[in-house]
């Protein structure tokens, strides 16, 4: 297909659509999904993750329903940028965990429901990517519902903490708290969309407890004088220098916990 006749808002589940935004890089992979969620016949979306400010990408998603809600699901520009001018441009209120990324709108809570644009949400605190990190699940989208993980839980790799923000004893306390939710599908903040998110978390649990024991491993053979720099070039040992920095703090997020 042509790249310029695709189609710009896909299909992600029975209740959700996104359109990707033009922020390709090492942090953001293919970009920003940016998700449009709606029951049918509802007549308006709940915009989640409006993404980079690009005109372009706010009035693709403007243009594919009356928005009635924007929710972000954490901090990043990558995520937040466009937050405010797309409050300009609908007039929909946003709403995040911070309030400072709240426009026109109240902070949310966790535990809390939102109804609207036909679709039942549930806000969950999931702290460890960031501190402010949300998960917003669909328990009625398809037979095992939905979760929108924005960078908790991304659709290829691993997901960074970005120290010290956020915190490993967070994100296993956040799996721990997503797992239950069993087999819904994962709508992630990058990446493409998977399949049951039990599953999922395992292997991410699996993932930090090696790493964990690589860098327990990397202390007992550099010696307790090790510093973060010492222990990264031990245990990344073939990275791209573009996400050294990333590797750098999910490092110190590990140090921090097995020294606390």
Same mark, same amino acid.
């Given at each position: 297909?042509?790249? +310029?006749?695709?189609?710009?808002?896909?299909?992600?589940? +029975?209740?959700?659509?996104?359109?990707?935004?033009?922020?390709?890089?090492?942090?953001?992979?293919?970009?920003?999904? *940016?998700?449009?969620?709606?029951?049918?016949?509802?007549? *308006?979306?709940?915009?989640?993750?409006?993404?980079?400010?690009?005109?372009?990408?706010?009035? +693709?998603?403007?243009?594919?329903?009356?928005?009635?809600?924007?929710?972000?699901?954490?901090?990043?520009?990558?995520?937040?940028?466009?937050?405010?001018?797309?409050?300009?441009?609908?007039?929909?209120?946003?709403?995040?965990?911070?309030?400072?990324?709240?426009?026109?709108?109240?902070?949310?809570?966790?535990?809390?429901?939102? %109804?609207?644009?036909?679709?039942?949400?549930?806000? %969950?605190?999931?702290?460890?990517?960031?501190?402010?990190?949300?998960?917003?699940?669909?328990?009625?989208?398809?037979?095992?519902?939905?979760? %929108?993980?924005?960078?908790?839980?991304?659709?290829?790799?691993?997901?960074? %903490?970005?120290?010290?923000?956020?915190?490993?004893?967070?994100?296993?306390?956040?799996?721990?708290?997503? +797992?239950?939710?069993?087999?819904?599908?994962?709508?992630?903040?990058?990446?493409?969309?998977?399949?049951?998110?039990?599953? &999922? &978390?395992?292997?991410?649990?699996?993932?930090?407890?090696?790493?964990?024991?690589?860098?327990?491993?990397?202390?007992?053979?550099?010696?307790?004088?090790?510093?973060?720099?010492?222990?990264?070039?031990?245990?990344?040992?073939?990275?791209?220098?573009? &996400?050294?920095?990333?590797?750098?703090?999910? &490092?110190?997020?590990?140090?921090?916990?097995?020294?606390?």
């Amino acid at each position: 297909m042509n790249p +310029e006749s695709a189609p710009s808002v896909l299909s992600a589940s +029975e209740l959700a659509r996104f359109r990707l935004a033009p922020n390709p890089g090492p942090m953001s992979l293919d970009g920003t999904n *940016s998700y449009l969620l709606g029951g049918p016949g509802a007549g *308006s979306t709940v915009v989640v993750d409006p993404g980079p400010l690009d005109e372009q990408h706010l009035r +693709e998603l403007a243009a594919a329903g009356t928005v009635e809600l924007i929710l972000i699901t954490h901090c990043h520009a990558d995520h937040t940028a466009a937050a405010a001018r797309f409050h300009e441009l609908t007039g929909a209120p946003v709403r995040a965990a911070d309030a400072r990324h709240c426009h026109g709108g109240t902070p949310l809570t966790d535990g809390e429901t939102i %109804l609207a644009a036909g679709v039942e949400l549930r806000v %969950l605190a999931t702290p460890g990517h960031t501190s402010d990190s949300l998960c917003f699940h669909l328990p009625g989208d398809g037979r095992h519902g939905s979760v %929108l993980t924005g960078d908790t839980i991304l659709g290829r790799g691993t997901t960074v %903490l970005d120290y010290p923000d956020g915190k490993l004893g967070d994100y296993l306390a956040t799996l721990d708290r997503l +797992e239950v939710l069993g087999p819904a599908t994962v709508l992630p903040g990058h990446g493409a969309v998977l399949p049951a998110l039990d599953t &999922v &978390v395992r292997a991410y649990r699996d993932h930090r407890y090696e790493r964990l024991a690589q860098i327990r491993a990397a202390m007992a053979a550099l010696g307790p004088d090790a510093g973060v720099d010492d222990i990264t070039d031990a245990v990344y040992t073939d990275i791209d220098p573009a &996400v050294r920095p990333a590797a750098r703090n999910s &490092v110190a997020a590990q140090l921090d916990f097995l020294r606390g």
